[in-house]
């Protein structure tokens, strides 16, 4: 994941996401797992704010978040969620899948480079973010 400037972009976790993820990085299945530690190292350059500052259009746990692939043109819609609560077919896509942890916390208009299974190449830009009602 980078921008324009070769550095990743910077992102903004609300501090109830950030308290349920660290938890989840607790168990060492998770924490020490390639994606737990990929996850953990995006956590680490997180700017941790209040759920109720968090500013609109960002991506948090149950985001519905519509992206647009730049390189080829396609539309998706996916749901950030919990591993658990992960369904492909349901474009629910998991914290620790590569393309999660990622999205978490990107703004709109932001992007990410992603190579998608089968080595495939993709520019994903964030053109909407619907947050659920906190729980």
């Known amino acids: 994941m980078s921008n324009s400037s070769g550095l990743p972009p910077s992102i903004t976790v609300s501090s109830h996401d950030m308290d349920r993820l660290d938890a989840m990085l607790e168990s060492p299945a998770v924490g020490q797992s390639p994606a737990g530690l990929a996850l953990a190292q995006e956590l680490n350059r997180a700017t941790v704010v209040a759920p109720d500052q968090m500013p609109p259009g960002i991506v948090m746990m149950h985001s ?3 992206c647009e692939d730049e390189l080829h043109g396609d539309k998706h819609v996916l749901t950030l969620v919990y591993p658990r609560e992960a369904n492909v077919d349901e474009g629910k896509v998991s914290i620790l899948a590569p393309v999660g942890t990622a999205l978490l916390g990107l703004a709109v208009g932001q992007s990410m480079d992603w190579d998608a299974p089968g080595g495939r190449k993709l520019r994903l830009r964030v053109t909407a973010v619907h ?4 729980n």
């Open 64 to 66: 519905r978040v519509e």
């Open 131 to 134: 947050n659920a009602t906190p």
